[in-house]
């Protein structure tokens, strides 16, 4: 094969490897942020089981801890599968490494051998001596001393080409040993997820033995969470009128730039020109939200649910809520207005924020830190979390609408 040749598939090879080393510090970055919600969870897990009377957020946690700890094992056979992938490039460059040095030390030894023949100074002198002309002797003794300098170049290069080869040799090596550890960690995960598995079976079956009261807790919880989405709904009305009133008066007075206030509704805000900005802003970070909480993990999603052990058993969801540690803080999850501060009842409080079009509602709040009109930024608290006397739980109710109409916040917020 040519040596241009060699050449190329060598630099291909090396881009290569170095893509696969991005991308395996990709597959480490995200398998320690994996071990760190696992590790979370654990702590929340453990903090449930002290405090809940009923096994079915006990069960919701244990689902999650299998399901991170799936992720994990995943992540690790991403990484042995790169890792394996790595090591044939490896072998490919040092097979090829080893080519060229019988080629180059074949060549050498021809070099040697030559130079041995002629190798007294006499016959130099006599070979220079024996020309016809001037010229022809500066032309043999220019030969002489270019061949002098591609054998030290032959001896160079076989020589960096041996140390190239004890590198990869050694890189090799060590790549073996990491596979074998990635090999043996991800057995252990697998043995470990066996485990969480026979627990959570333990926790189904003493669900099992609860049904009646479960069915009547789900009942109460359900009239209770529909009152109070009622009572919001009625809350985002009256913000979506009063946002419209105040923009029409606005544009009666003849302010430049403020929408006209015939589309006025209690569905819909008229958005002016700065508003719109806002919800512009909103909507382009769908998806890329931060949590409403430092840290947690969602124990129900939105919309209609099924129950972790009763399947035929539906609840309604008008949000996503997050159990988190006890003492945590609600925290905006964009810029935006206090629209509302909302009293439930006297120790369940939530705080509206409104962004153009869209609101976010913070439920289930022991104290708030904000006042109505204030303006709050990313990640800014706007208040201290309820932890329920009765079960030991620190939960908050998250919900996000466009005008009156409900979102999935899992849609919303980054890796929820």
């Not at 009923?54 to 991170?68: M, N, R, S, V």
């Not at 930024?377 to 466009?402: A, E, H, N, P, Y």
Request: charged fraction near 30%; aromatic fraction near 6%.
């Amino acid at each position: 094969m040519p040596k241009q040749i060699l050449t190329f598939l060598g630099c291909c090879l090396a881009s290569l490897a170095m893509a696969q080393q991005t991308q395996q510090e990709k597959l480490e970055a995200r398998k320690a942020q994996i071990q760190k919600e696992i590790q979370e969870n654990k702590k929340l897990l453990e903090s449930v089981k002290n405090k809940e009377k009923t096994a079915t957020t006990q069960l919701i946690l244990q689902q999650q801890k299998i399901g991170l700890k799936q992720k994990l094992i995943s992540t690790t056979e991403k990484q042995t599968k790169l890792l394996s992938n790595d090591m044939y490039i490896n072998q490919v460059e040092i097979n090829r490494l080893k080519k060229d040095l019988a080629r180059l030390r074949e060549d050498y030894a021809a070099l040697i051998q030559k130079s041995y023949k002629a190798r007294s100074e006499q016959s130099r002198a006599m070979f220079l001596l024996s020309s016809n002309s001037f010229l022809q002797a500066y032309k043999r003794a220019q030969y002489m001393k270019q061949y002098a300098s591609y054998r030290r170049a032959q001896g160079e290069e076989i020589r960096q080409k041996t140390l190239d080869l004890d590198v990869y040799n050694q890189k090799l090596s060590i790549q073996k040993g990491q596979k074998d550890k990635l090999l043996a960690e991800n057995q252990k995960e697998k043995e470990a997820l066996e485990q969480e598995k026979k627990e959570q079976e333990k926790i189904v079956q003493e669900i099992k033995k609860d049904k009646k009261q479960i069915l009547a807790d789900i009942k109460k919880k359900q009239q209770e969470s529909k009152a109070i989405d009622r009572q919001i709904d009625k809350l985002i009305r009256e913000a979506i009128a009063a946002a419209n009133k105040k923009t029409a008066v606005a544009a009666a007075k003849g302010k430049p730039g403020k929408a006209s206030p015939k589309a006025a509704s209690d569905t819909k805000i008229v958005l002016t020109p700065e508003s719109k900005v806002i919800a512009d802003n909103f909507r382009s970070n769908k998806g890329k939200l931060p949590w409403p909480v430092e840290k947690g993990v969602v124990t129900l999603g939105y919309g209609n649910q099924a129950h972790p052990v009763y399947k035929t058993i539906e609840v309604h969801n008008s949000g996503v809520e997050i159990t988190t540690e006890a003492g945590a803080n609600a925290r905006a999850v964009f810029g935006g207005e206090v629209s509302r501060v909302i009293v439930i009842s006297p120790l369940n409080k939530a705080v509206m924020v409104q962004h153009g079009d869209y609101f976010t509602i913070y439920q289930n709040l022991s104290s708030v830190s904000v006042n109505k009109g204030d303006k709050v930024s990313m990640k800014q608290s706007l208040g201290k979390i309820r932890t329920s006397g009765d079960t030991g739980k620190t939960v908050l109710k998250f919900i996000i609408l466009q005008n009156t109409v409900y979102n999935n916040p899992q849609d919303w917020i980054y890796n929820m």
